[in-house]
Nanobody
Framework: QVQLVESGGGFIEAGGSLRLSCAVS????????MGWHRQTPGKKRELVAE???????NVADSVKGRFTISRDNTKNTTYLQMNSLKPEDTAVYYC????????????????WGQGTQVTVSS
């Protein structure tokens, strides 16, 4: 069973930094894309940053220059370094991964973590 576990969220003052981690565990063949999204109450979940299966990195304009996505393939982990945090960055942050389970899988399946709360005070 594949699981994604996020960590690193918390409460921080505006201007501060946090680093989120998302580790993928379980049995699978490959990870073909990973990303971070966020959601606030009453709003749709929005993309923050991602690595696509074609090796392209996408970063939302609202966080460009402040947030950096990275990954450690040896640890099946992706990170989101968040600098110069603003109150409007307050949200639950979710990671997702497109995972190919076995060599017989014809497509990748989209898995999500449980989310981690980030609260930025003004």
């Amino acid at each position: 069973q594949v699981q994604l576990v996020e960590s690193g969220g918390g409460f921080i003052e505006a201007g501060g930094s946090l680093r989120l981690s998302c580790a993928v565990s379980g049995s699978f063949l490959s990870i073909n894309g990973m990303g971070w999204h966020r959601q606030t109450p009453g709003k749709k979940r929005e993309l923050v940053a991602e690595f696509t299966d074609r090796g392209i990195t996408n970063v939302a304009d609202s966080v460009k220059g402040r947030f950096t996505i990275s990954r450690d393939n040896t640890k099946n982990t992706t990170y989101l370094q968040m600098n110069s945090l603003k109150p409007e960055d307050t949200a639950v942050y979710y990671c997702n991964a497109f995972i190919r389970l076995t060599k017989f899988s014809t497509t990748s399946s989209d898995y999500w973590g449980q989310g981690t709360q980030v609260t930025v005070s003004s």
